[in-house]
């Protein structure tokens, strides 16, 4: 979510003649889009505050001492920076104790920051030309469907930063995802906290399955994926739909979080471990080409040895293709937030590091299977030399080749496989340059 927001918000930027470094200090304006799901999320947005702070004193005292500017933004009297996402949550308390950032502005709110910024510019006396975007155009691009989340998981800090849901109508979502496809785009994510309960807050009630007939039949869009589902929420229906739409990929993203069903319970998931399993059988059993990735969370308050064990034996049993494993820590104001965190880190990063090397193996063996085999790629780009692309199964494979296939299919034999990465080489096209 946090990566289509910036994408957007550089559209917005570069319409009014902004254009993107990648050096802060070249920069007129900053802005740090944030991220505080985890600690070590928020500890890396606590440094680079710090950075930027000695930044914007730098930018302060280069303008006292200038007299004469050759640059077009000689207007701006120091840079301009801004945080948005979910780190911003009490502005008021937050503009006292970083004095330095000009405007902070809630997750999402990308409107509200365009606005900001034609305030200052028309205090500075300067109308910036209008352009098109400069960004390349991304072979894979993103649309949000909804935004924050109705369900109130114990040790979530998302529903508390983004609110509740809020769903965006079809028709601005078919109209978004038309317009990305007109500038190149070949696959389509739809995204929200919650995708499987996209609609219901929503006057007609529509579906996700409703979005995903809707934008089936976009000329020159050739991918569709979604995330992230809710094992509580995903219906036979969704399931249906992904099966009888071609162009949906077989893969699907369901945090299942533990293993067990007490912690289950004490992280409000709202489903069972037998539930989830049988949530599973019923997506293998209708697509059985599916790939199945999770997230799983260790060490939460209270979880003993045993309940741990069950959560590896699910991982070993269900046999993901990905597993996103991260300790538990504590984010302020939720409910576990006044639990005791009794599992001493050092067993959180035993924990940690046993569902890693179990899933290691697994997704080694799994993609192991495909060596020899024929796969299609939807090539985004090169990366150290050799073109990369992801199969509908979104396995990332690299080839050589001197040919541009950037935004085109390819068919590749699989040559060699690990268990993040394979290598193939080239068979035919399946598909023009887009």
Same mark, same amino acid.
């Given at each position: 979510?946090?990566?289509?927001?910036?994408?957007?918000?550089?559209?917005?930027?570069?319409?009014?003649?902004?254009?993107?470094?990648?050096?802060?200090?070249?920069?007129?304006?900053?802005?740090?889009?944030?991220?505080?799901?985890?600690?070590?999320?928020?500890?890396?947005?606590?440094?680079?505050?710090?950075?930027?702070?000695?930044?914007?004193?730098?930018?302060?005292?280069?303008?006292?001492?200038?007299?004469?500017?050759?640059?077009?933004?000689?207007?701006?009297?120091?840079?301009?920076?801004?945080?948005?996402?979910?780190?911003?949550?009490?502005?008021?308390?937050?503009?006292?104790?970083?004095?330095?950032?000009?405007?902070?502005?809630?997750?999402?709110?990308?409107?509200?920051?365009?606005?900001?910024?034609?305030?200052?510019?028309?205090?500075?006396?300067?109308?910036?030309?209008?352009?098109?975007?400069?960004?390349?155009?991304?072979?894979?691009?993103?649309?949000?469907?909804?935004?924050?989340?109705?369900?109130?998981?114990?040790?979530?800090?998302?529903?508390?930063?983004?609110?509740?849901?809020?769903?965006?109508?079809?028709?601005?979502?078919?109209?978004?995802?038309?317009?990305?496809?007109?500038?190149?785009?070949?696959?389509?994510?739809?995204?929200?906290?919650? #995708?499987?309960?996209?609609?219901?807050?929503?006057?007609?009630?529509?579906?996700?399955?409703?979005?995903?007939?809707?934008?089936?039949? !976009?000329?020159?869009?050739?991918? !569709?994926?979604?995330?992230?589902?809710?094992?509580?929420?995903?219906?036979?229906?969704?399931?249906?739909?992904?099966?009888?739409?071609?162009?949906?990929?077989?893969?699907?993203?369901?945090?299942?979080?533990?293993?067990?069903?007490?912690?289950?319970?004490?992280?409000?998931?709202?489903?069972?471990?037998?539930?989830?399993?049988?949530?599973?059988?019923?997506?293998?059993?209708?697509?059985?080409?599916?790939?199945?990735?999770?997230? !799983?969370?260790?060490?939460?308050?209270?979880?003993?040895?045993?309940?741990?064990?069950?959560?590896?034996?699910?991982?070993?049993?269900?046999?993901?293709?990905?597993?996103?494993?991260?300790?538990?820590?504590?984010?302020?104001?939720?409910?576990?937030?006044?639990?005791?965190?009794?599992?001493?880190?050092?067993?959180?990063?035993?924990?940690?590091?046993?569902?890693?090397?179990?899933?290691?193996?697994?997704?080694?063996?799994?993609?192991?299977?495909?060596?020899?085999?024929?796969?299609?790629?939807? #090539?985004?780009?090169?990366?150290?030399?050799?073109?990369?692309?992801?199969?509908?199964?979104?396995?990332?494979?690299?080839?050589?080749?001197?040919?541009?296939?950037?935004?085109?299919?390819?068919?590749?034999?699989?040559?060699?496989?690990?268990?993040?990465?394979?290598?193939?080489?080239?068979?035919?096209?399946?598909?023009?340059?887009?």
């Amino acid at each position: 979510m946090n990566r289509a927001d910036a994408y957007r918000l550089g559209e917005e930027l570069e319409k009014r003649g902004y254009a993107p470094t990648n050096q802060p200090e070249a920069a007129d304006l900053v802005v740090l889009n944030t991220c505080v799901v985890r600690q070590s999320a928020e500890d890396k947005v606590l440094g680079r505050l710090s950075s930027l702070s000695s930044l914007k004193r730098r930018a302060q005292r280069s303008a006292l001492l200038q007299t004469s500017f050759d640059s077009p933004y000689s207007y701006r009297e120091s840079k301009l920076v801004c945080v948005m996402g979910c780190f911003v949550d009490d502005i008021q308390a937050l503009e006292t104790r970083y004095p330095y950032v000009d405007a902070f502005f809630k997750p999402s709110d990308i409107a509200g920051l365009m606005h900001f910024v034609e305030g200052w510019e028309a205090e500075q006396g300067e109308c910036p030309s209008q352009r098109q975007p400069l960004t390349a155009p991304q072979v894979s691009d993103l649309v949000p469907i909804s935004y924050g989340c109705n369900h109130r998981c114990t040790y979530c800090i998302v529903t508390l930063r983004r609110g509740k849901q809020r769903s965006r109508p079809i028709a601005e979502i078919v109209a978004e995802a038309r317009r990305l496809v007109g500038r190149g785009a070949r696959e389509i994510t739809l995204l929200g906290q919650n #995708v499987d309960a996209y609609g219901s807050d929503l006057p007609d009630h529509p579906t996700l399955a409703d979005i995903l007939r809707a934008i089936h039949d !976009i000329e020159d869009l050739w991918r !569709i994926r979604f995330l992230t589902s809710h094992p509580k929420d995903m219906t036979q229906e969704i399931i249906e739909a992904a099966a009888a739409l071609p162009k949906v990929c077989e893969c699907w993203e369901l945090p299942v979080q533990s293993g067990d069903d007490a912690i289950l319970r004490r992280m409000a998931r709202g489903y069972t471990v037998e539930h989830f399993r049988d949530l599973v059988h019923r997506i293998r059993e209708r697509i059985p080409r599916s790939a199945l990735n999770t997230d !799983i969370i260790v060490g939460f308050p209270g979880e003993t040895k045993e309940q741990f064990e069950s959560t590896l034996r699910l991982v070993q049993e269900t046999r993901f293709d990905t597993v996103h494993v991260a300790a538990y820590s504590v984010r302020p104001g939720t409910a576990a937030s006044g639990w005791e965190d009794d599992v001493p880190p050092e067993e959180k990063e035993r924990r940690r590091a046993l569902i890693e090397d179990a899933q290691t193996q697994i997704a080694g063996e799994l993609n192991a299977a495909l060596l020899g085999q024929e796969v299609e790629l939807l #090539v985004d780009g090169k990366q150290r030399g050799r073109w990369r692309g992801r199969t509908r199964t979104n396995k990332l494979v690299f080839f050589e080749s001197s040919d541009n296939w950037l935004g085109r299919l390819v068919r590749v034999r699989v040559t060699w496989t690990g268990p993040w990465s394979m290598r193939g080489a080239v068979l035919t096209p399946t598909g023009c340059q887009a």
